[in-house]
């Protein structure tokens, strides 16, 4: 079992920038994969980045692709988000998650995977 509290959001105006935090506690952290995951209203959750367990392998969805950076310091059992010039389409519920690292995959972007998820925290973007 692994807890997840998320940190980092509120209101921000297009092209500013933000930064999100993933603490973790109850596991192993360096043996999880993590996963940043967004949900507007009326849409579903989307990965926006993923990251394996040693942070050497990332995934970004193309939109944010050159704008927001997710890395993660298992020294301090935390993931991050950071996210610059953001858009009022980055608006939605953020949402850490963890899944232990199994096999050879090295990071997971599809939601069902995940066990284990953060509270959520709201991240809006005005124009």
């Known amino acids: 079992q692994v807890q997840l509290v998320e940190s980092g959001g509120g209101l921000v105006q297009a092209g500013g920038s933000l930064r999100l935090s993933c603490a973790a506690s109850?596991?192993?952290?360096?043996?999880?994969?993590m996963g940043w995951f967004r949900q507007a209203p009326g849409k579903d959750r989307e990965c926006v980045a993923a990251?394996?367990?040693?942070?050497?392998?990332?995934y970004y969805v193309d939109s944010v692709k050159g704008r927001f950076t997710i890395s993660r310091d298992n020294a301090k059992n935390t993931m991050y988000l950071q996210m610059n010039s953001m858009q009022p389409e980055d608006t939605a519920g953020y949402y850490c998650?963890?899944?232990?690292?199994?096999?050879?995959?090295?990071?997971?972007?599809?939601?069902?995977?995940?066990?284990?998820w953060g509270q959520g925290t709201q991240v809006t973007v005005s124009s």
């Open positions: 109850g596991g192993t952290f360096s043996r999880y994969a």
């Open positions: 990251i394996s367990s040693s942070g050497g392998r990332t």
């Open positions: 998650a963890a899944r232990a690292a199994a096999g050879n995959i090295n990071y997971y972007t599809t939601p069902s995977l995940y066990p284990y």
